[in-house]
């Protein structure tokens, strides 16, 4: 039997009591339900030890956390921007910049979708209400693996070819992406227009997802082929 695929996971930072590292434990989970091994990738600034991730691993998950800081898309902080780290977005946005020039699988969620965007020159909703007041509510307060709206798939998308032209996503988000960087493909939207996933163009398997498909997985398995598809990528790098 082969090994399974080093899937590596990007944590993220907080320093509120003494700072510390971490992911919520249904990433981990999904890559193991989805058959890669995962591993959990510190928060640093050293490059040398970000290329040495970036080698070590056959694919990645960047996770859901707080915003990225408005400074990287050349915006001031609005008050409806909720907290910020600097060395959280240094280290995510130099790691994801990395990944997409090796060329291995990953996929970004929430948070990911929005640093995916923002380090290939993309920017921000810094919250929805500045989209519209007309845009449905992202923020549900239901249990986490419950559903609370549809996403429509773009024909000729890996999503696509993983669920058909629509499914339902959790939804757990203030922020959303404006201006999709011209490396990215919109995969999927909100009837109300906001964007639920991209693709990296002319990529293998390069995802942001702004719903929580790991969130979604105790509940059932819908969310599933995306983490089989992950580990069977990353099998291949
Ligand atoms: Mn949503």
Redesign the pocket.
Known sequence: MSLKPAIGIATVYDDLAVPRIYTNNNYPAAVIRGGGAPLLLPVTADREVLREYVSLCQGFVFSGGQDVSPMHYGELQSPLCGPTSLLLDDYQLTLIRMVIESGKPFIAICRGIQVLNVALGGTLYQDISEYSDKA?K?MQQTERGDV??P?SIVEGTILHSLFGSSVW?N?Y?HQ?LKQVADRLQVAAT?SDG?V?AVEVRDYGFGLGL??HPEAMLPAGDAMLPLFTELAKQASAN
């Open positions: 449905a992202h609370t709206h996403v996503t939804s988000h959303a909100c906001i639920e702004q719903w």
